[in-house]
């Protein structure tokens, strides 16, 4: 695990790149099935390696009982060293050259076999097997062209001991029997690589699914944690710039002497905080679920409250998902009027069906700020109609939402105006259903409400 993983001073938005712990059941045991197959066979080659050297040695008539003995000892040496040193796989291939004790492990014994079975007559074929496996177990370390010439040296290296071990020793053919022998050590000779390449290969794709698996994990938790952050930032963010706005005005109007007006601002300013502290609540439990005609219903008297007059011509939106993201569009409009557009005094919000999409339009004067609508970073300013890409913590957010449905979330800003687009797909035929006209001014206007049908009948 890397240091940064532990660091203190990483923030707690940023995730490490990959999972600490320990990896699944089923990988452990992936491993060791691994390992144990890879043990099994450099013990059973140390094994035939030995007996055969045995065997070739008294078939060819050899006499020399030291030298024969210490090379069948070394190449039974050789088989613990390559079951040792398969573990050094669990990192995976290519991890780099093992360190100095593994390439001694892996090399001396083999190497010293290799050199005194060149003098034992019958041990020109035996005595090359245990360097060919320790070259195996090397190459699976070692990457790329590294590779390609540690395989190269070993074949080069199995060969000329053949070769060599022939001419030294005089025995240049195999007896009749040894030769019956002789076929069967060549295959498992072949099957070296196979073996261990093998393992080594299936190894490393369970330990990078293992990875993949982890890190889709995290990414899960890493959106979740998005996703919560969003919401948060539209239940505080709004509650939090309307308890601040009545606040200011009840600090007004008690400068003013008025301080039963003042009173019952400071009473609002209590209940909204209540309200942001039981819908935060409820965003902890997953139970809360935004309402497109309370967020409508809302803006027309918080923006009234801030002395906006507000008009509000809608439809009737039906599909649930599109009535949660309606609602938040309007309430982060709302939220950036009150923040960025202290002074407007018109509002228009639109919501319309036309060319299969639910399009919801809020447009604004009194902008003066130029972090309006996502700042200067290049957010949709210029004539109407020249929409750009939304930006901004909120409205990014928003955006990401409407994207994940299908949707999008661009806005304008033309001089001191500025409108907010949201468009989502129609999938209802019948969205076009009930319509209603709502309209509120600061001088506290009536609410109205009229369906298509009376306005076509007063039409």
């Not at 890493?222 to 009545?246: M, P, T």
Request: net charge neutral; with cysteine.
């Amino acid at each position: 695990m890397s240091q940064s993983e532990h660091s203190p001073s990483r923030r707690s938005g940023q995730l490490p790149s990959t999972t600490p712990g320990r990896s699944a059941r089923g990988v452990r045991v992936t491993w060791w099935y691994t390992y144990a197959s890879m043990v099994f066979f450099a013990l059973f080659m140390a094994f035939i390696g030995a007996a055969l050297l045995l065997f070739f040695h008294e078939e060819a008539g050899g006499r020399s009982e030291w030298p024969v003995a210490v090379a069948a000892v070394l190449i039974a040496s050789s088989g613990l060293a390559h079951a040792a040193c398969s573990w050094l796989v669990r990192h995976g291939m290519g991890r780099g050259w093992p360190r100095p004790w593994a390439t001694v492990l892996l090399a001396a014994p083999a190497g010293i076999a290799w050199v005194l079975t060149l003098w034992v007559p019958g041990g020109a074929f035996p005595g090359g097997v245990s360097l060919w496996i320790s070259v195996n177990i090397l190459a699976i370390l070692v990457r790329g062209m590294t590779r390609r010439v540690v395989f190269a040296v070993g074949i080069v290296l199995f060969v000329l001991h053949w070769w060599a071990g022939s001419r030294l020793t005089g025995v240049s053919a195999p007896t009749a029997e040894a030769a019956q022998q002789l076929p069967g050590m060549v295959f498992f000779v072949i099957f070296v690589p196979v073996v261990f390449l093998f393992s080594a290969w299936w190894w490393d794709i369970v330990v990078q699914l293992d990875a993949a698996r982890r890190d889709a994990a995290q990414l899960a938790v890493a959106r979740e944690r998005l996703r919560f952050a969003s919401d948060l930032h539209d239940i505080q963010g709004h509650h939090l710039q309307v308890i601040a706005l009545k606040a200011e005005l009840a600090e007004r109007l008690l400068g003013a002497g008025k301080p039963e007006t003042a009173q019952a601002n400071i009473h609002e300013v209590r209940t909204l905080a209540r309200t942001a502290l039981e819908e935060t609540r409820s965003l902890v439990r997953d139970l809360r679920e935004v309402s497109l005609e309370e967020e409508l219903a809302n803006a027309r008297d918080v923006l009234a409250a801030s002395g906006a007059a507000v008009s509000l011509h809608g439809i009737h939106v039906q599909d649930p998902t599109a009535r949660t993201l309606l609602g938040l569009a309007v309430r982060e409009g709302v939220t950036n009027i009150l923040r960025h557009a202290p002074s407007a005094t018109e509002v228009s919000i639109v919501l319309e069906a036309a060319g299969g999409a639910q399009t919801l339009v809020m447009s604004n004067n009194g902008v003066e700020s130029p972090k309006f609508g996502g700042g200067g970073g290049g957010t949709g300013t210029g004539a109407p109609g020249a929409a750009g890409p939304a930006s901004g913590t909120g409205l990014s957010g928003l955006s990401r939402r409407f994207q994940a449905s299908g949707g999008s979330v661009a806005g304008w800003r033309d001089g001191g105006t500025y409108a907010l687009e949201a468009r989502l797909p129609l999938l209802p035929p019948e969205g076009t259903g009930r319509q209603e006209t709502l309209q509120e001014t600061s001088q506290g206007t009536p609410l109205t409400e009229e369906t298509s049908e009376e306005r076509e009948k007063s039409a």
